[in-house]
């Protein structure tokens, strides 16, 4: 979707939100997948209503993209123009055990800053790539823990509200791979409240959890992380597995040969091609174990 009314594009201007035509979602997502809209890029969180404002009085509908990193985007031109976060600087402020952290700010970059000044927990998430606000909202977790266990304040846009608000980590819910959120509500920051530990210790837990990653999945290929979620008591990748279903492929679209629930773009796979891949595991699983596997992965096709 283009915004070509000029009275629109310097309305988006005086609320400073810098205006990128036809970006390519492929180039913003790390499955490397997705067609092209018009990418609106915002760095004041209290200019966030008034864009909001802006686009659902001007009939122009919209999606607010994270990190991109888990995330399968349709193909061709696209039926809505993408909101992101663009990051202040500083996007970590530290506070004796709080980290307050802008929601776009790097995941990996956030753990690693954090550990430096003697602050751990988080560990399990190096190698998870995607902002925090992404991680937040999905409840991002890894190696038996998740980061909504040290969530103690979120700052967010409330579509419900319309407004910027700030809630108590024990108002929102955290389950595996999910939160309380709404789905149109905008994560802008967060106050994570972290164990103290010594950095060489935070630093050994780090390298052991990109060990284990490094040797599990296909780290250097184009993926959204795991694409189901794993059903209570088993494990997806290893049903994926057990079937003989990796290297699967449906055009570039493929089974990952390392880890069964990473499906892979080897090269110029489109979302239609991954979306059939993804079906038809979905669907030999549901034949051969009566399970049916739930998307981790976030889809917006159209
Ligand atoms: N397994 C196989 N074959 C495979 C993959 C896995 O047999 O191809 C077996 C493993 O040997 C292991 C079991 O399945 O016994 C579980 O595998 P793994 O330890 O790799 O963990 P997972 O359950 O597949 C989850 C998360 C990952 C997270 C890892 C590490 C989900 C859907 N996945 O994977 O998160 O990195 O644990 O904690 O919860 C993601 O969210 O995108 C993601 C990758």
Known sequence: ??????????????????????????????????????????????????????????????RFLGGGSNLLVGDGELPWVVVQLAKPDPDIVLEGNFARVDAAADLGRTVTYCAKHDLGGM??????????????????????MQIGSYVREVKLYRAADRRVEILKGEQISFEYRHTSFAPDDMMLAVTLE???????????????????????????????????KNPPGASAGRMIDELGLKGLSVGDARVSDRHANFFVNAGQASARDMLALIADVRSRVQRAYGVALENEVVVWNA
């Open 1 to 62: 979707m283009r915004i070509s009314d000029p009275a629109i594009q310097s309305a988006l201007a005086a609320l400073g939100v810098e205006l990128r035509p036809g970006a390519s979602l492929a180039e913003l997502t790390s499955l490397g997948i997705g067609g092209s809209t018009d990418l609106l890029r915002i760095t004041r969180h209290d200019g966030i209503p008034g864009l909001v404002q802006l686009l659902e009085q001007s009939g122009i509908p919209f």
């Open 123 to 144: 560990e399990g998430l190096i190698g998870v790539p995607g902002t925090v606000g992404g991680a937040l909202r999905m409840n991002a977790g890894a190696y038996g």
């Open 194 to 228: 972290l164990p103290s530990k010594p950095y060489k210790e935070i630093l050994q837990g780090i390298r052991i959890c990109n060990e284990k990653r490094r040797s599990s999945q296909p780290l250097g290929q184009k993926s959204a992380g795991c694409i189901f």
